[in-house]
């Protein structure tokens, strides 16, 4: 049906893909854990929209020109990578949020939508693993049809969406069960800094297969 194969098995893959802790994963607890439920909401939004992005440019061959550019494909790896670094830094140098500031405007739902918009498009990986992922599941006939790989893409992603969302609100009230005092919410923010310089370094070093 609408030129898509084998949909037990993409079901199956699907759910064990994403219950996989990623670099998005990491990037939603991190921020739950170091800014709160909202943050990780609002990065969580921000990861689903650059999905959506990601299965419209596998959907209508775009991933794919991407994928085949040497020189496209680094610039993306080292652009995210260095976003990764500049807020790990950023979280690194930052001072400790109290509740209070955690739930007025301190919190910027602009700018987490648009951090998790880019570092989820900033990930070539990503790319490569909807070209890969996807194309197993549609007809060959129907390789050049968007329609299947738009609803497989879809398919994906809202069971993705609500995990994620789970997993930040169960991660912001860990966090908050924790918070009980400046220190320990000064060192959460690092190790959280840590975390995304760890995960810019690591995409920097993806090496093209």
Not at 45 to 68: E, K, M, Q
Not at 135 to 157: R, Y
């Amino acid at each position: 049906m609408f030129g898509i194969i084998n949909l037990p098995a993409f079901i199956v893959a699907g759910l064990l893909l994403i219950f996989t802790p990623g670099a998005d994963t990491m990037y939603i607890l991190g921020r739950s854990i170091a800014q709160g439920k909202k943050a990780g909401i609002y990065s969580v939004l921000g990861i689903v929209t650059g999905s959506l992005i990601h299965t419209t440019f596998a959907a209508f061959g775009l991933s794919l020109i991407i994928a085949r550019s040497a020189m496209a494909f680094d610039i993306i790896k080292y652009a995210g990578a260095v976003y990764l670094a500049y807020l790990g830094v950023k979280m690194l140098l930052s001072k400790p949020m109290s509740d209070l500031e955690l739930n007025t405007n301190r919190i910027n739902s602009h700018k987490l939508y648009i951090s998790g918009i880019l570092t989820n498009l900033l990930n070539p990986k990503v790319i490569l693993f909807y070209l890969v992922f996807l194309p197993q599941f549609v007809k060959t006939s129907e390789a050049h049809n968007p329609v299947p790989f738009l609803i497989l893409g879809i398919m994906f992603i809202i069971p993705g969406t609500l995990w994620c969302i789970t997993l930040a609100v169960f991660a912001a009230k860990l966090a908050d069960k924790i918070k009980k005092s400046g220190k320990v919410s000064s060192w959460l923010s690092r190790v959280t800094g840590g975390v995304f310089i760890g995960l810019g370094l690591k995409l920097a070093l993806l090496a093209k297969k």
